[in-house]
Each structure stands twice: as structure tokens, then as C-alpha cells.
């Protein structure tokens, strides 16, 4: 076990009902690019690129969204040993809930099932005229067969993905919720997270405010390492995977 491992442990061990927020660090281990680490999306393309305006107003925009999707439909990415340390915590009791940025569904297939998911998941495809549903395959088979800019079949509205793009408002019960178990957990375990992306990053100093340890498991310094009991620079699949077994022997389970 590392030595960063041990005081983690620790933490979660004595924790009542901890709360985990994870950003898109936790998932890069599972071969997905984070954003703003030195791998990350931003080096490569352009942000503005994914603000709803866009979507809104610029139809090629749309079709080459669609056709990335298309595209990138067969990727098939598997939770890690971070992801499932999470879940194995929960199983635990220790975990009161995942708050996560991520929209990529790992912690829901890792087996955590309280999952707040705030920036959406590409799970499903939203009419932004009715708000009818539908699971994402279904349209992405009308892109396959030549409908390259789908819109909606009831009400002709656009289809988006059911992910928040910049300059959408997050779902308000979704934050509502996550801010609501922050203030009454007594740990918060952040993991992966640059904490640079508000009201989301937030959430961690609501916790802190209302009494929480706060300790965060990143690569980099994030500006609220000054805010935490404990700052573990590292990979979240090794730390995390030491420190719940570490939290198991600690609690005297098998
Ligand atoms: P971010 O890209 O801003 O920050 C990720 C942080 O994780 C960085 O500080 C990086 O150093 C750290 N990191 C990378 N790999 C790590 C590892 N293995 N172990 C520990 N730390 C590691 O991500 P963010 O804070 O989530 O905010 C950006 C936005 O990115 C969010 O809104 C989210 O919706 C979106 N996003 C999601 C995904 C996904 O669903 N997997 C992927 C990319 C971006």
C-alpha cells in the first residue's frame, strides 16, 4: 500500500456518510481524455466549440456532432479500479452518493446507485422543443441511414444529446440535490477533478462550509487544496483501490 493510501483510509473509515465528486480525471484511467490536464481535449480543439449557441444556430456544427457521435459509437469504455473502488465504498455504507461532472455513466456501470449526474450522460437524446426522450442508439440510427441533422418526430424540434453543453443551465433538481447531501455529509472525497468549473465545484467548499473533511485525490494543485485536510497528488485507480481495502481492514471486513 502507498503511504498516501493510509490517511485517506483513515478519513473514510470514521466517515458517517461520505460523499464522493468526481470529475473527468477519475475516468481517463478507463482511456477517455479529461479536459484540462496536460492530455486533455483543450490542447486539442476548441471549447467554444461545445456551447449551446452553437448547437443552436449552426447546423454544420450539428451534423459534425452527430457524425462524431456516430463515429465514436463502437468506443467502448469499461470502469476502472477508480470507478470501482467508489462503488465497493458504497457497498460499504461509507458512501452516501457520487456526485459527478462526468458524463460518461462509468460510476452507474461500476455499480454505484446514487449517481448525480450534473453535467448530464450521453445515455439518452432530448427534443429541446417537447422534451421527449429517447435512448441515444435509436437516433444515432436514423444519423447511420442518411437523417445527418435528426430533429424531432413529434414536434419538429432539435434533438441534443441529453449532455449539458456550455451556456445551458445544469439540471436544477440534479444541483439542488448534490448541494443538499454536501451540506450533510461530514467527508467529502474529491477525485479527479480540476475544480475550476463552477456552480459545480461549488459543491466541495458547500460540504467544507457545513463542517466536511475535505480530501482530494488529483494529478495537479486545484485551487481549493488550501480548503482540505488531506491532498493526494496521484492517480485516483491505485490510490483509491489502497485505500478502500486499507478502509475494509480498518472496518473488519472481508
Ligand atoms: P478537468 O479536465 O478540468 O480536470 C481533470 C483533472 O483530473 C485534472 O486536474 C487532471 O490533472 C486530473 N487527472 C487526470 N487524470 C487523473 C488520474 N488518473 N488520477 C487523478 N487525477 C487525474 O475535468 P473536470 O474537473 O471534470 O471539469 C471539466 C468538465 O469536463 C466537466 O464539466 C465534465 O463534464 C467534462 N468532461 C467529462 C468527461 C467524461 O465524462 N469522462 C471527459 C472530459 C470532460
Given amino acids: 500500500m502507498s503511504d498516501q493510501a493510509r490517511p485517506l483510509a ?3 473509515a470514521a466517515a458517517k456518510r461520505a460523499i464522493a465528486f468526481t470529475g ?3 475516468s481517463t484511467e478507463s482511456g477517455i481524455p479529461d479536459f484540462r490536464g496536460p492530455q486533455g481535449i483543450w490542447t486539442k480543439i476548441d ?6 449557441e452553437n448547437y443552436l444556430y449552426n447546423d454544420e456544427h450539428r451534423r459534425r456532432i452527430w457524425r462524431f457521435r456516430l463515429e465514436n459509437k463502437g468506443a467502448r469504455y469499461e470502469p476502472n479500479a477508480g470507478h470501482r473502488a467508489l462503488a465497493d465504498l458504497e457497498r460499504l455504507g461509507v458512501l452516501d452518493c457520487v456526485v ?3 458524463i460518461d455513466g462509468l460510476h ?3 455499480g454505484n446507485t446514487t449517481v448525480l449526474e450534473l453535467h448530464g450522460h450521453g445515455r439518452s437524446v432530448r427534443c429541446l422543443g417537447c422534451g421527449d426522450e429517447h435512448p441515444s442508439g435509436e437516433i444515432l440510427e436514423r444519423v447511420r441511414a442518411g437523417d445527418d441533422d435528426p430533429h424531432c418526430t413529434r414536434c ?3 434533438l441534443k444529446s441529453a449532455t449539458i453543453s456550455f451556456g445551458e443551465p445544469l439540471p436544477a433538481h440534479v444541483v439542488d440535490e448534490s448541494f443538499a447531501r454536501a451540506e450533510a455529509c461530514d467527508v467529502c472525497l474529491v477525485v479527479g477533478s480540476s475544480l475550476v468549473v463552477y456552480p459545480a465545484a461549488g459543491i466541495p467548499l458547500a460540504a467544507v462550509r457545513a463542517g466536511a473533511r475535505l480530501a482530494i485525490v488529483n494529478e495537479e494543485p486545484t485551487p481549493l487544496d488550501g480548503e482540505a ?3 493526494i497528488r496521484g492517480r485516483a485507480g491505485s490510490i483509491l483501490t489502497d485505500a478502500i481495502a ?3 481492514e480498518m472496518l473488519g471486513v472481508q
Avoid at 471549447?47 to 449551446?52: H, M
Fill in 246 to 248: 486499507a478502509v475494509r
Fill in 24 to 26: 473527468a480525471g477519475i
Fill in 156 to 158: 419538429g424540434g432539435l
Fill in 47 to 52: 471549447p467554444a466549440d461545445f456551447t449551446l
Fill in 108 to 110: 452507474i456501470e461500476a
Fill in 10 to 12: 483513515e478519513v473514510l
Fill in 100 to 102: 459527478t461532472q462526468n
Fill in 229 to 231: 485536510e488531506l491532498v
